[in-house]
């Protein structure tokens, strides 16, 4: 027994982080930069201001990034192709290094291409030292713009498009004239991207390894310490967010579970003795609706017809409820319950219904078996056959169940805690997928996924208990 | 003497061939009145009456959705317009095809309000989308409507922006239906193909030289550059992603293929198995420890730009494990009895008596699957609209119709009738899964 236990929590480490492997690369293919999205700037944001300004909103980038460990390789290794340089992953802007990585798969020259980049970057440099007089606001203004659009586009007509844009305001005044000098250069770097190209570089694959010091290693071993990031939505620390999250969900999940088994055992149980009579029947067609109804559903309706002043005003739309001064302890509970009454209800109807459905079907088999037939012939009492023989064996459908009650916690709060407001997991993950939160969502799905495996895990466990017959050799 | 013995004992034996025959004949016919699997199969299943009517009504929600353009279309289906007969929702088939363009008194018209000689008009004369002025902000099926005659009524009301509710329903039972089609076709074939390779070759039965396995390694990096990394900006469509994946198998295959030469050689020739089983058991528990939702959220979150084809194809992506589950239960099965005994010892190959004996006959428990795997898409779907989540905002579907209603309380037809559409299916699929469940059930007597 204990030597499966073990050899089961073995299983589950490296389950554990295949899923963490996966999530992280979901998490690279999230639009957006990170670095930007905490700084409160706009993607590529880079038209007007002056020298100054550029300098410090560099270095704030830059610190930004090293403290959200952006500025490492990405994984332990990378198979990426002879064009590619190791360093790439030190171009500081995200949408930069994304052009660059698009015109090296294009012409797979990374020198010339570096070289373009450098006259890009002095360029815009020379750009904003100008002086701004009468005559060149405008086409300053345009230039940036050009400047930015060339940071992010790397297509042949797309450059050629604001090469010529820009050549065309430089003209516009004599202190723009003065670019023409270093734009030229750009340009004839530009040439040289596309006249020296060695497109069969990028048909040679090369294997970098870039050992334990990576994006993936510092998330996943700052997450199995608990230090789940920031979150981009409000600067906070996510674990901080998750502790001030988790009680709610975790009280209404526990208090559902637990009125689930209690009310389903039971009833499964009171359904098989009487199968075929009209009180199963009626249990039997009611608990199939409960478990058909969407809980969207019976959620909105009940806000609508037993929480608006328009229909009966019996219980609160929304939220937790509010505490007055001088309230005992009891008075608070009965506050908090009033709240919790309607979306408990919503949260749990549904596995309620699964479960006593389990529990019947169950039970059916066990009872249609011939020990128990044994056990009646001889004369033992119907409860005796019923709880000392039949029950402990249909608990094992129900027990495969048990598995399943962490996912049905969490998708089941996202619903229930939208529609009634309350401050929980769910609402959290939602909020986050809308503000596309990244680090909060993959923080939340990390999570779900390593409880769901914990209640596999203790189903398993259980399964053995329950049943001596199982042996896991 | 001799002669007439014979012709006795001639007789004797005609009767008994005779006798024979007869009972052969009586064994066939006896085997017919047994019927075959799937007759069996029906009868059961039609005993139970809930199922049956689940049936039916999932026919009438299906041809609902087929013919949605023609119940509720803002064009008449016929009509008569300066002189000429058309059919208008037809005509708009094939101009969305791209093979007609619509006649110039057609373009950009408000159809209602051209002068027609006479029209035929849908049973509700709006689309989902056509916003009605003189009707928004909520006006209720029983209110007062500002409308020409009955027949342009709103007959189930309207929502903020006066879109028709009914005519929302009706196409979004279309939209409905195509997110459990297609989903459970993906989730179908991924399941069959990893489950019946699970349960087919279980953990030693699939094998291979070790030299193979060693090259297929080997060549797995190169594949793996030559047919994704190196073309990273060359696939741009689906044609291009198939060349990939052409690219990556064969480079496999070749390094499988160069290990096959190695087979003489002692150490590197010898025969290893590859444990099919655990890979794929591991990969359904990797994919089944994240709930659906969950998942389906944050990859729909991950998308740039939200469209119900996408919502679609990650279902059916993280939808799949259970068929698989099935099948590969069932193989285990199946490759246990006789018959596939047989097929081995007829010397058929192992891909044979899988895909010709062994499949076919596992295929059943699928079909429980897939009943409760389009019910639980459909309401996948509701939810994430409902949410406002991946499903793009043009698209009229049950759950934003039924999101609306949180907005407008008073509004409770856009309370009742989606959220009843929802369960209505959602229930007719379950009933039909849980009647399969019983009449494939071989325990049951037949």
């Known amino acids: ?473 | 003497m001799s002669n007439d013995l014979n012709k006795e004992a001639n007789e004797l034996n005609k009767g008994v061939n005779d006798l024979k025959d007869e009972q052969v004949q009586l064994a066939i016919n006896n085997s017919n009145d047994e019927q075959s699997y799937w007759s069996n199969v029906k009868r059961q299943y039609k005993k139970n009456k809930r199922a049956v009517f689940a049936i039916y009504v999932v026919g009438f929600l299906a041809l609902i959705a087929i013919f949605a353009d023609f119940l509720a279309n803002e064009k008449p289906i016929v009509c008569k317009y300066e002189g000429k007969i058309s059919a208008p929702v037809f005509k708009g088939y094939m101009v969305d095809a791209g093979w007609a363009k619509w006649p110039k008194q057609f373009q950009n018209v408000e159809w209602k309000d051209l002068d027609y000689d006479f029209a035929v008009w849908p049973l509700i004369p709006y689309l989902p989308t056509n916003l009605d002025f003189r009707n928004d902000k909520f006006v209720g099926p029983f209110e007062k409507q500002n409308v020409k005659s009955r027949k342009w009524r709103h007959r189930l009301g309207t929502d903020q922006l006066g879109r028709d509710v009914l005519s929302g329903m009706i196409h979004g039972t279309r939209v409905a239906f195509l997110v459990g089609i297609v989903s459970m076709t993906i989730a179908t074939f991924i399941g069959i193909l990893l489950g019946s390779l699970a349960g087919f070759f279980g953990d030693n039965e699939l094998k291979t030289s070790r030299a193979s396995i060693i090259f297929g390694a080997l060549f797995f990096f190169p594949a793996v550059f030559y047919g994704f990394t190196s073309r990273k900006y060359d696939i741009n469509n689906f044609g291009q992603f198939l060349l990939s994946l052409l690219i990556f198998f064969g480079i496999i295959t070749l390094g499988i293929f160069i290990g096959k030469l190695f087979k003489k050689i002692p150490v590197l020739g010898k025969q290893v198995a590859i444990p099919v089983d655990i890979l794929i058991t591991r990969l359904i528990e990797v994919v089944v420890s994240v709930p659906v939702l969950v998942l389906v959220l944050a990859i729909t979150a991950v998308l740039s730009k939200p469209s119900i084809l996408y919502v679609m194809v990650i279902i059916g992506m993280v939808r799949w494990t259970g068929i698989a589950r099935f099948t590969r239960a069932e193989l285990m099965r199946q490759k246990r009895l006789e018959y596939i005994e047989a097929s081995k010892a007829l010397g058929f190959s192992r891909v044979r008596s899988l895909l010709k004996h062994a499949l076919p006959n596992s295929l059943s428990p699928v079909f429980i699957a897939v009943a409760f795997g389009v019910a639980a898409s459909i309401l996948i779907e509701a939810f994430l609209s409902f949410l406002g989540v991946g499903v793009p905002v043009e698209t009229v579907t049950w759950g934003q119709l039924l999101s609306a209603s949180r907005k407008a309380t008073d509004a409770w037809w856009l309370a009742i009738f989606p959220g009843f559409a929802i369960f209505i299916t959602v229930t007719m699929f379950n009933l039909i899964g849980e009647g399969l469940t019983d009449a494939l059930d071989p325990r049951q007597k037949r």
Request: proline residues 4%.
């Open chain 1, 1 to 473: 027994m204990l030597e499966y236990i073990v050899k089961r929590i073995f299983i589950f480490i490296p389950t554990l982080i295949i899923i963490s492997m996966a999530i992280f690369f979901l998490n690279l293919m999230a639009p957006g930069d990170p670095v930007e999205s905490m700084l409160n700037l706009s993607s590529g944001g880079e038209a007007g201001g002056n020298m100054a300004d550029k300098m410090s909103g560099e270095e704030a980038y830059l610190k930004k990034r090293a403290e959200l460990n952006l500025d490492q390789p990405i994984f332990y290794f990378a198979l990426t192709s002879k064009a590619y340089p190791d360093t790439l992953y030190r171009i500081p802007r995200k949408w930069h290094r994304e052009t660059l990585h698009k015109m090296i798969g294009t012409y797979g020259n990374w020198e010339q291409i570096n070289a373009y980049y450098q006259e890009l970057q002095s360029f815009e440099n020379d750009v904003i030292q100008v002086k701004r007089d009468s005559l060149n606001p405008k086409a300053l203004i345009k230039i940036r713009e050009n400047i930015g659009n060339l940071y992010n586009n790397s297509e042949e007509e797309k450059v050629t498009k604001y090469f010529s844009n820009i050549e065309s305001y430089i003209d516009d005044a004599p202190s723009t004239m003065a670019l023409s000098g270093s734009f030229t250069a750009l340009k004839d770097a530009h040439n040289a991207v596309l006249t020296k190209a060695t497109k069969w570089k990028t048909k040679i694959p090369k294997f970098s390894w870039y050992g334990l010091k990576n994006q993936y290693h510092i998330w996943f071993s700052n997450f199995v310490q608990l230090d789940f990031g920031m979150s981009l939505q409000d600067k906070q620390p996510i674990a901080h967010k998750i502790k001030s999250n988790i009680a709610v969900t975790m009280t209404i999940s526990l208090l559902s579970i637990l009125l689930t088994y209690l009310i389903a055992i039971p009833l499964g149980i009171f359904s098989a003795r009487n199968k075929g009579r009209f009180s199963d029947n009626v249990t039997t067609t009611v608990l199939f609706v409960l478990y058909s109804l969407p809980n969207f559903w019976i959620a909105t309706l009940l806000i609508i017809y037993l929480c608006s002043p328009e229909n009966l005003n019996w219980f609160p739309p929304y939220g937790l409820g509010e505490f007055s001064e001088g309230m005992n302890f009891f008075q608070k509970l009965g506050v908090r319950a009033y709240h919790i009454v309607l979306p408990l209800f919503c949260w749990t109807y549904g596995s309620l219904a699964f479960l006593s459905r389990q529990m019947r079907g169950g039970m059916l088999n066990v009872l249609g078996q011939d020990f128990i037939r044994t056990a009646r012939a001889k004369g033992l009492e119907e409860n005796r056959v019923i709880y000392k023989h039949a029950f402990r064996n249909s608990l094992l459908p129900v027990i495969t169940i048990f598995g399943n009650v962490f996912p049905a916690m969490i998708s089941g709060s996202i619903i229930i805690e939208v529609i009634f407001s309350l401050p929980g997991m769910g609402r959290m993950l939602l909020n986050a997928i809308v503000f596309k939160d990244f680090p909060v969502v993959f923080t939340l799905v990390l999570l779900t996924a390593f409880l769901t495996m914990l209640g596999y895990l203790i189903a398993d466990i259980l399964y053995a208990v329950v049943d001596p017959r199982i042996s896991y050799k």
